[in-house]
């Protein structure tokens, strides 16, 4: 199964800028650590963004879960980076009750 209407996921420039890359954020550090390693950082956001999506949009959902603010699905993938390796990462992405047919992200780490 694909990511329903994975032609609309969008990630919200901060998910990136203060939760992904940011190595002060008490939750997202560890993660940042690691996309950092692969060479993603605050002046290359927009590769970062674009990898992300093209996972969603390629890769299968590999587990659909309802949750009380709506439908998590998570999607495994290869991401290219900007040292040019591809490493497989779990994402995250919600379509919200309240908005039914938008995918947004809610994280990525390593899978």
Do not use: C
Request: no cysteine; net charge positive.
């Amino acid at each position: 199964m694909k990511l329903p209407r994975r032609d609309h996921a969008f990630i919200p420039e901060r998910k990136l800028t203060s939760y992904l890359l940011s190595l002060s954020h008490p939750v997202g550090r560890g993660k940042a650590r690691f996309f950092r390693r692969l060479g993603f950082d605050l002046s290359n956001t927009d590769i970062l963004r674009d990898g992300l999506l093209t996972l969603a949009r390629q890769s299968n959902v590999v587990r659909a879960e309802q949750t009380d603010y709506g439908t998590k699905y998570m999607v495994d993938g290869l991401l290219s980076t900007p040292r040019g390796d591809e490493v497989p990462v779990r994402t995250v992405w919600i379509i919200e009750e309240s908005d039914r047919d938008v995918p947004r992200f809610v994280t990525a780490y390593p899978a």
